[in-house]
């Protein structure tokens, strides 16, 4: 099989309309995606999408456009059998690195592709996602990973055998995932801005539905943060976990000061106190904040960067994000890396696509890499599912694993007939 | 008067043919600018540009016109009377920034939107860029900066106290810089893809143009560099700096072995020996070869990355990037922040238009912010000077800076009608 060409998708929800999604730096996101489909001469095509916030998806599009020369012509069976070499020769254009490296549009596009080939790979052999991951061999799965960088804080030879160790033990846990399914949490009662009553409704909702916690976003306004949680507190009761969510409002100071004001309310972790790219300011605050967890990852911009944070203790929770990291095999290495830290892995997930990629991610970081849902938990959002071909299955407040082949982000066509921007019914209407 | 439109050009010079600027990891680089015209309905027009490889540049051009909506349609005097603001507004856009944030392609082109008001202003006020800089009063100076994640390390308050106190000193070094110049030093003689003839010929000519120093790229075979490095010593003689440059080649164990098998030939500095995002990992390499001086920034993401290089004792030089970093508001808080750690600023240039930028940042910082030029150089190459307007003035192995209104980077429209990719007619014959 070869692949013989790609097409590419601008498409856009109007999630602004009703403040879904908003927080303390975003307080209008139209949740969009950047959507790529391998065309082959065989059975099957390859789906894979990065995600956005509105502006800006045209130029993750266009960087998609630009790296498709390194996938399109290439022999499948070529491919899939070193996809470990794949990533370092997307993520290694001699020209285009200039404008990363590994970061920002180049990196979220090279995500699109990236997964785009693991889901026609797991298509082609008949698996989700998950479970493709799950059959390779440690070796496998070590040879996914540029070690390049990562080498001289997590050796290669040592992530095989923490692997191997956990090897006989997959099946047992393929077993248990399927019957029980994996741990979730809720983001969708905690908008900035939602009012009061939906805060309480939605809340009620969710402990109704079976989730183990809820977050709540923070970091606009110290009272009303204050008024929010005691709220929040009230209404779940002492036992459910009450996450917080500033979205990198904060200097490191002010984040110290603002979270010693609300660690009243029993703050499983804080996520995002300060800006993704400050690895030392996040250790800081960890140590000033404790025993509340720092958590972050939606924005850390690679593996690099993971490093880091598990190097200078800076976070508690690590929050894998599947598009901005540059797809499976980046994933596959921060997995491994925080095992390695023993630092539990809690995907980020929402906006459009996430909770169909971090489905697959959580099951595999289960079966494989960490062994444990203990400390774990997946986030998710009530929006926007029912664009995908297969929507997760996402009941009693945990996610129930997908068996269907692929990596599970193909949109509907009438979704992307609706909502492609600007052309699509919806928005050539406004 | 107000900003009526943008004009933007995608021009690309085929340097790859000659192996200029080869190194490490761009083996084939084609030096492009993505380059915005500013248009007015008053007596100026204002010149931006970015600084790529080749591949990439296209999706700068477009995140140029995607920026486009916060500058087109402003009234001048109230820009230029607030330039900070101006600055948070373009960085901080509440879609885009989820493509970042202040990195990579989109923080490439807000680089050359923001420097193109700059420049605006700088013709408006009938001054070269670095004059209009050093005529403004500390609190200006300090009011550009977005102080929100760098308080925690460098207080407004101690920058301004630092600048009124060399402000007096101001006129007297405006004297001696524009009698005497600024040190410079040269990368002509080092690209990888040079043959010995070539190096050698070059370093005699460095050495005879008055260079203090030259850099030879390094990191792709040992032997070689060792080869190479013994013949440029042995050219350039015991007093003239020799710089190295890996260009990301090594992880941290490698660029540590490395550098300790060229320290005999007495290495001012070793330049990218790891990954641009490894602020720990720069960190130990600086640690393990002193007291040769680990040197970085030119891939440095945003002023978030200089603040952890300093506090982390990562860097012995801070190699600010004129087109790297978010323009002349972030080369700025850079410039007060390796100040405030007492580490020189040797800024990065060559490429295409970084010589034509850095004549003004280099200016700008010996009189206003460092107040010296001792253990500072800055950076040139021999090459596609001849495309802007008012191209750099370099003789005596010194930057003589521009008096021209502006910041210097106006392309020769001729230049643009034979580069534009691909319809320019170099391109559009190939």
Not at 120 to 141: F, G, H, K, Y
Not at 392 to 409: E, F, N, Q
């Amino acid at each position: 099989m070869r692949i013989t060409g790609i097409t590419t998708n601008d498409v856009r929800f109007p999630t602004s309309l009703q403040s879904d999604g908003s927080d303390a730096m975003h307080p209008d996101p139209d949740y969009s995606a950047a959507y790529v489909t391998l065309h082959t001469d065989g059975a099957h095509e390859g789906h894979g999408l990065t995600f956005t916030i509105g502006r800006g998806n045209e130029l993750c599009v266009a960087a998609i456009e630009s790296l498709a020369p390194i996938v399109v012509g290439r022999d499948t069976d070529d491919l899939f059998a070193d996809l470990g070499s794949f990533w370092r020769a997307i993520t290694g254009d001699s020209q285009l690195r200039w404008v990363g490296p590994h970061k920002g549009v180049i990196h979220l596009a090279t995500t699109a592709i990236v997964n785009a080939v693991w889901d026609l790979r797991a298509r082609s052999a008949d698996q989700a996602l998950w479970q493709l991951l799950c059959s390779l061999s440690p070796t496998e799965i070590v040879d996914l990973v540029d070690w390049t960088y990562l080498a001289d804080y997590c050796d290669p030879g040592a992530a095989r055998e923490r692997l191997e160790e956990l090897a006989p033990g997959r099946a047992g846990r393929i077993a248990t995932l399927t019957a029980g399914g994996y741990p979730a949490y809720t983001t969708t009662p905690g908008w900035l801005g939602y009012d009061d009553d939906t805060l309480v409704e939605l809340s009620r909702r969710a402990l109704d539905e079976g989730f183990v916690g809820i977050k709540y976003k923070v970091g606009a306004d110290l009272a009303r943060d204050r008024h929010r949680l005691a709220l929040a507190r009230d209404t779940i009761g002492a036992d459910v976990l009450l996450m917080t969510d500033a979205n990198q409002r904060w200097g490191v100071n002010q984040a110290i000061a603002w979270v010693n004001e609300l660690a009243e309310f029993d703050l499983h972790w804080i996520e995002e106190p300060t800006h993704p790219d400050d690895v030392l300011g996040h250790a800081a605050i960890a140590r000033a904040v404790a025993p509340v967890r720092v958590a972050t990852g939606e924005m850390a911009a690679n593996q690099l960067v993971f490093k880091q944070l598990l190097q200078a203790d800076a976070i508690g929770i690590a929050q894998i994000d599947s598009c901005r990291l540059g797809g499976v095999n980046e994933v596959v290495a921060t997995l491994l890396l925080a095992a390695h830290a023993d630092v539990p892995v809690c995907p980020h997930a929402g906006g459009v696509g996430l909770c169909q990629y971090v489905q697959h991610l959580a099951a595999f970081d289960v079966v494989a890499v960490s062994g444990t849902t203990e400390g774990r938990m997946t986030e998710t959002a009530n929006h926007l599912h029912e664009h995908f071909v297969e929507s997760i299955d996402l009941h009693g407040g945990r996610y129930w694993p997908s068996t269907a082949p692929g990596y599970s982000v193909e949109l509907r066509p009438e979704s992307i007939a609706e909502f492609e921007f600007a052309t699509g019914s919806y928005w050539s209407h406004r």
